[in-house]
C-alpha cells in the first residue's frame, strides 16, 4: 500500500453526494458566541442550507443577530418558538444551548416535523439524551449530533489508514484536550460549571466528546470498559468533579485509549493511534482552526503530510444537509450520541467509585 497515493488520492468530502439542492433552511437555537461566531458564518458560506430564524432568550439579542444576518427574517424568543411562530420559515434547528435545555427545543422541534442538529454532548444526563433520540424518532424526523471531527479531512483520512491496516490491528490510542477555560469565558458562574446546566460535570463533558468520539470514529469500534480518575482544586470548580480528569476507554481485541481532559491547563490537542505495523498521530488535533498535521511512521520510514485546512463548521452543516436532502441518516445519529453519553456517565462514575465500569 503506498502512503503517497492514499494521500494524494484522498477526496476531503468523501460524504458528499449531491452538490446543489435546498436550501434547508435551520432555525438556530441558542445565540451564544459559539453560534454568533462559528455557526452562523459557516451557514452563510454553505451551499446546501441557509439561517432563517434567530431564537434566543429576549427579542432584543435575536434581532441583534438577525440584523447582521442578510437571510435572517424572523427573530423570537424561546416561548414564541415553543409556541410555533415562524414555524413555516424554517425545515430544520441547530440547538445550541446549555446541555439541560437541549431535549425542550428539539422535542418541540420535532413536534413541529423539523430535523435537528444537536450540539454535543446530547444532554446533561444519559436518560435526557436518550428522551432526545425517542423525541425525534417518534416524529420520523432526522437527528444528527454535531461533531465536527467526524467531517474533519485529518480524521477521516486517518480513519481510512486504520480501517484499511496500514498501521496494523490498533493497540493503543493517546489523546489529549486542554484549555483554560476561565481565560476564554472569564465568568466564574458561566454554565459549563454549573452542574444544573452542564450535566455531570465540565472536563469531560465539554472536552471529553472530542477525544471519546474521535477514536470510536477511528476505530470504529466502541468501548466495553473505563477506568477514570477526575478532580478539582481551583476555586471556580468546586462544584464540578472534573477541572481535570484522565480515562482509559479499553476496547475489543486489547485496544487501550488512554485520554485526558482538562479545563484549566495550556491549550493543546494531541491523538495518536499505535499499531502492531506502525503509528498515526494528529498534531494539533482537535481546535478548529488550527492547520492540521498527520505523521505516520511504518516500516523504519515517517512522513509527514499537511491536511487542508477547512471550517469544519461549515463541512458540519454540509454534512447534514446533504443527509437531509439525499434521505440518508447520518453517521453521528442520535444513538450514535448516547452511546457517548454512555461512556461519559461511566467516566464519572468510575471516577467516584475508584472502579472500572463495564459498558
Same mark, same amino acid.
Given at each position: 500500500m503506498d502512503l503517497q497515493d492514499q494521500f494524494d488520492g484522498f477526496t476531503a468530502r468523501d460524504w458528499q453526494t449531491i452538490e446543489e439542492g435546498g436550501p434547508v433552511r435551520f432555525a438556530v437555537i441558542g445565540l451564544g458566541w459559539w453560534t454568533r461566531d462559528e455557526a452562523i458564518p459557516a451557514i452563510q458560506q454553505a451551499d446546501l442550507c441557509e439561517t432563517t430564524v434567530a431564537v434566543s432568550s429576549t427579542t432584543a439579542k435575536a434581532e441583534s443577530v438577525a440584523e447582521s444576518v442578510e437571510t435572517i427574517d424572523h427573530a423570537l424568543t424561546y416561548d414564541e418558538f415553543h409556541d410555533g411562530a415562524a414555524r413555516e420559515a424554517y425545515n430544520a434547528v441547530y440547538v445550541a444551548t446549555p446541555n439541560s435545555k437541549h431535549l425542550e427545543y428539539v422535542d418541540t422541534a420535532a413536534g413541529?416535523?423539523?430535523?435537528?442538529l444537536c450540539e454535543k454532548p446530547?444532554?446533561? &444526563? @444519559?436518560?435526557?439524551?436518550e428522551a432526545v433520540v425517542e423525541a425525534c424518532r417518534d416524529r420520523d424526523v432526522t437527528l444528527m449530533v454535531a461533531y465536527r471531527m467526524q467531517t474533519e479531512p485529518a480524521v477521516r483520512w486517518a480513519r481510512n489508514l486504520v480501517q484499511t491496516g496500514f498501521i496494523g490491528d490498533p493497540v493503543h490510542v493517546h489523546s489529549h484536550l486542554s484549555q483554560r477555560l476561565l481565560e476564554m469565558i472569564p465568568n466564574p458562574d458561566q454554565w459549563r460549571l454549573d452542574p444544573d446546566l452542564t450535566g455531570y460535570g465540565t472536563s469531560v463533558m465539554d472536552l471529553g466528546p472530542y477525544p471519546v468520539n474521535t477514536?470510536?470514529?477511528? @476505530?470504529?469500534?466502541?468501548?466495553?470498559?473505563?477506568?477514570?480518575?477526575?478532580?478539582s482544586t481551583g476555586e471556580a470548580f468546586d462544584d464540578?468533579?472534573?477541572? &481535570?480528569?484522565?480515562?482509559? @476507554? &479499553?476496547?475489543?481485541?486489547?485496544?487501550?485509549?488512554?485520554?485526558?481532559?482538562?479545563?484549566?491547563?495550556?491549550? %493543546? %490537542?494531541?491523538? %495518536?493511534?499505535?499499531?502492531?505495523?506502525?503509528?498515526?498521530?494528529?498534531?494539533?488535533?482537535?481546535?478548529?482552526?488550527?492547520?492540521?498535521k498527520v505523521t505516520v511512521a511504518r516500516s523504519g520510514t515517517t512522513a509527514s503530510y499537511e491536511v487542508e485546512m477547512v471550517d469544519q463548521m461549515l463541512e458540519e452543516f454540509e454534512y447534514f444537509a446533504d443527509c437531509v @436532502? %439525499?434521505?440518508?441518516?447520518?453517521?453521528?445519529d442520535g444513538p450514535h450520541g448516547v452511546t457517548d453519553m454512555r461512556i461519559m456517565k461511566a467516566i464519572y462514575d468510575s471516577a467516584e467509585s475508584n472502579e472500572p465500569i463495564q459498558l
Open positions: 413541529f416535523g423539523k430535523d435537528v446530547m444532554e446533561a &444526563t @444519559l436518560e435526557r439524551a477514536t470510536r470514529f477511528i @476505530l470504529d469500534e466502541d468501548p466495553i470498559r473505563v477506568t477514570a480518575q477526575a478532580g464540578v468533579p472534573d477541572e &481535570t480528569a484522565a480515562f482509559v @476507554l &479499553t476496547y475489543p481485541n486489547n485496544c487501550f485509549a488512554a485520554c485526558t481532559v482538562s479545563q484549566n491547563a495550556v491549550q %493543546s %490537542s494531541r491523538l %495518536s493511534i499505535v499499531g502492531l505495523e506502525g503509528e498515526l498521530t494528529i498534531e494539533p488535533a482537535f481546535f478548529p482552526h488550527h492547520p492540521r @436532502l %439525499s434521505g440518508r441518516s447520518p453517521v453521528p
